[in-house]
């Protein structure tokens, strides 16, 4: 099992690009998430999905798209990026084990926005 | 609202000593609280999680963790730390679903030789 591979590990951008950034899991996971590392500030979610063909938003989802159209594909659009994108971006999807969810976590996209 | 607390920012430590990283959460309902390790230029990893039964809990790489309910806490323990143990440490919490989990701020451990 590769569990949860990130596509692609660094980006350079300028203000005002798009790009898409691609989550693939092979574990059959329902769940998936985005989320944003930022210094000092731990993991933020951006956007979630429970299951294919189902997107919802997380806590700082502004700026962002994202699409679930395979169960094992979640997709992060940036349609114009910003310099306060700036970030590391994780995946994770994740299983319920009877009373809550663990979380397997992707290696990260570092993307800079010039 | 759930929150997570991790009090200390950095922890430098000599290798072979023991060393505690510390957690408050704060949640109206009933938590489940995990402990995840990132390594340098790597995504987060579970060490170790209390879901239900036994306050003590033990991860992977000789951790431990203790959750206690009246002090709203679950801090990180280790005897003895190697130089491999260097490395930023999360605290979370959930309830239902993984897209409630809050994560906490994050704490660097440092292991000195």
């Known amino acids: 099992n590769a569990g949860v591979t990130q596509t692609p590990k660094f980006r350079v951008l300028k203000t005002g690009q798009s790009m898409t950034l691609l989550c693939a899991q092979d574990?059959?996971?329902?769940?998936m998430y985005w989320y944003r590392q930022d210094p000092g500030m731990g993991l933020r979610l951006i956007h979630y999905s429970v299951g294919e063909g189902t997107t919802a938003k997380g806590e700082v989802p502004d700026g962002y798209n994202v699409s679930r159209l395979k169960k094992q594909n979640f997709l992060l659009g940036l349609e114009s990026a910003a310099p306060s994108q700036t970030s590391v971006y994780f995946c994770?999807?994740?299983?319920?084990?009877?009373?809550?969810?663990?979380?397997?976590f992707g290696p990260g996209t570092r993307l800079t926005v010039l | 609202a759930q929150s997570v607390t991790q009090l200390d920012s950095q922890v430098p430590v000599f290798e072979e000593a023991p060393v505690e990283l510390r957690c408050n959460y704060s949640s109206s309902v009933s938590v489940y609280l995990f402990w995840y390790v990132q390594y340098p230029n790597q995504g987060l990893q579970l060490l170790l999680k209390?879901?239900?039964?036994?306050?003590l809990v033990k991860g992977i790489n000789g951790f431990e963790a203790e959750f206690n309910k009246s002090q709203t806490s679950f801090h990180l323990r280790k005897p003895s730390v190697h130089i491999s143990d260097t490395a930023e440490y999360f605290c979370?919490?959930?309830?239902?679903?993984?897209?409630?989990?809050?994560f906490g701020a994050g704490t660097r451990l440092f292991v000195k030789a």
């Open positions: 574990m059959n996971h329902e769940y």
């Open positions: 994770a999807s994740s299983y319920t084990e009877g009373l809550t969810d663990t979380q397997y």
């Open positions: 209390y879901l239900s039964g036994s306050t």
């Open positions: 979370a919490v959930s309830n239902t679903g993984g897209f409630k989990t809050i």
